[in-house]
């Protein structure tokens, strides 16, 4: 089965520093689109009908989202985001958020870039997952002492 990670990442146009008009807003979102469009990993984020559904864009936003991904860094799409990261980093006007967590507790990636990442649809938090709940509420000792009362004449012989 291997190592299992939820992964969400997205680029934006600067709204706040970039642009001056609505036009040049309009022509940097294209600009940042047609560089996606043409990196390797938009190209395997097309390849599946369920590749594809992880990926979207709007409002001068681009963002992807996936569970349960094989977060391994020799794997190609895990390649084609950190290589489309790295070049998006390079883009004026442009700013990123990533954040990636693994099975492990303490496991939690989060990377930025730009003047102002401008997402408020994924983030990472601290989660308790409670399997117990069947047994709230309940008071019932009985089973208790007929456990301790087996260990204890387990334990005598």
């Not at 097309?46 to 864009?57: A, H, K, V």
């Not at 693994?102 to 399997?131: A, K, N, P, Q």
């Amino acid at each position: 089965m291997g190592y299992r990670s939820d992964v969400a990442g997205g680029f934006s146009v600067d709204a706040y520093n970039y642009p001056a008009t609505k036009e040049e807003g309009i022509t940097k979102f294209k600009e940042m689109i047609g560089l996606i469009k043409l990196s390797k990993f938009y190209e395997i984020m097309n390849s599946t009908e369920q590749d594809r559904t992880c990926i979207g864009w709007d409002c001068g936003r681009f963002v992807f989202h996936a569970e349960n991904w094989k977060w391994y860094p020799d794997y190609d799409a895990v390649q084609a985001w950190k290589d489309l990261w790295e070049q998006m980093q390079g883009v004026e006007g442009i700013s990123g958020l990533f954040n990636r967590v693994g099975e492990e507790t303490d496991d939690i990636e989060e990377d930025t870039f730009g003047d102002d990442v401008d997402f408020d649809m994924f983030y990472c938090r601290s989660m308790l997952c409670f399997e117990a709940s069947s047994i709230l509420g309940q008071r019932n000792t009985s089973r208790l002492h007929t456990d301790i009362e087996q260990a204890n004449l387990t334990n005598v012989s």
